[in-house]
């Protein structure tokens, strides 16, 4: 994934992009998204943009029941079957309108029915639900680009795969220009780190911004998923049951705005409330221990 986006960095300043399909075998929602929001942000700024390969390409039908050729206006004959995605899969969707309801129509498909508490699914519904639209949210309020979100269930490996990814300023940029002190001489990998920090936030003045990404990060670790962040030239990976690992993207790459992307295994989502629970004792936002208290009449 790390070379794809260096390598997506490279066409940056190009005016005319080839992108050849023939040889892709496999592809991530990391990966979809990281693509349609580099490709919609060069169409935007009037560049060619050519999709070479495509009938030749192993998993054309799958790159359109995702939605990614739509998404980045490439228009092929409709010669596959549009199966069923609740439960499977969400499609590339630019994230264009409310996150409350993209949160609550990206959970409902990953987890059929988990809107209603007690059903078997509530907790990977509530998970999914918190990350799309705290992340979201941060891409409409901070990028200045357009975001995109896709996700997939593995069912032979219980996990769920949730991505977002933007094409605009990224982490340092959003930090520099609200002045966040010493942010003028941060690396991207250090403006990544501070922005999972509680309490830092691009938004000036309000106290209750700035806990999102650190929630999301924390849910990643107690839930023993997998968590990474890319921005500008800086990498953040939370491996499951492995310390963060921080480093830049390979061959000097460097992916234009941000993306996100978390791996979550459904058998550890079942009781939501008290990962966030945990999430937020351990962010400083919540003391923890046992509340013992007397209601009387």
Not at 115 to 121: L, V
Not at 181 to 194: L, N, V
Request: net charge neutral.
């Amino acid at each position: 994934m790390l070379p794809f986006l260096s390598q997506l960095g490279e066409l940056r300043h190009a005016e005319e992009i080839a992108l050849d399909f023939s040889h892709l075998r496999r592809v991530t929602p990391a990966g979809l998204t990281a693509l349609a929001a580099s490709v919609n942000g060069w169409q935007r700024q009037n560049r060619g943009v050519a999709f070479h390969g495509l009938s030749d390409c192993a998993i054309t039908g799958y790159l359109q029941r995702m939605d990614l050729l739509s998404a980045c206006r490439v228009q092929l004959p409709k010669g596959f079957q549009r199966h069923e995605a609740q439960g499977r899969f969400v499609p590339v969707r630019v994230i264009d309108h409310d996150v409350t309801q993209l949160g609550r129509d990206v959970a409902g498909c990953l987890a059929p029915g988990g809107e209603d508490y007690d059903h078997p699914m509530a907790g990977l519904y509530d998970l999914a639900n918190y990350v799309i639209t705290e992340v979201a949210n941060n891409t409409r309020q901070h990028s200045a680009g357009v975001g995109y979100a896709a996700a997939q269930v593995t069912r032979t490996e219980g996990f769920v795969r949730i991505a977002l990814a933007d094409d605009g300023i990224g982490m340092l940029r959003s930090l520099q220009l609200v002045e966040y002190p010493g942010s003028d001489r941060f690396t991207d990998m250090e403006a990544i780190c501070k922005s999972m920090e509680p309490r830092v936030s691009c938004k000036v003045g309000n106290p209750n911004e700035g806990v999102g990404l650190t929630l999301v990060s924390n849910l990643t670790r107690l839930a023993k998923g997998w968590l990474m962040i890319v921005s500008g030239s800086g990498v953040v990976t939370i491996p499951r049951d492995l310390q963060t690992i921080v480093r830049t993207l390979p061959d000097n790459g460097y992916y234009r705005g941000t993306l996100v992307a978390g791996s979550f295994p459904q058998q550890t989502t079942r009781d939501f409330a008290d990962l966030l629970q945990r999430a937020k004792i351990g962010a400083g936002l919540l003391r923890g221990g046992t509340i013992n208290a007397t209601f009387e009449a």
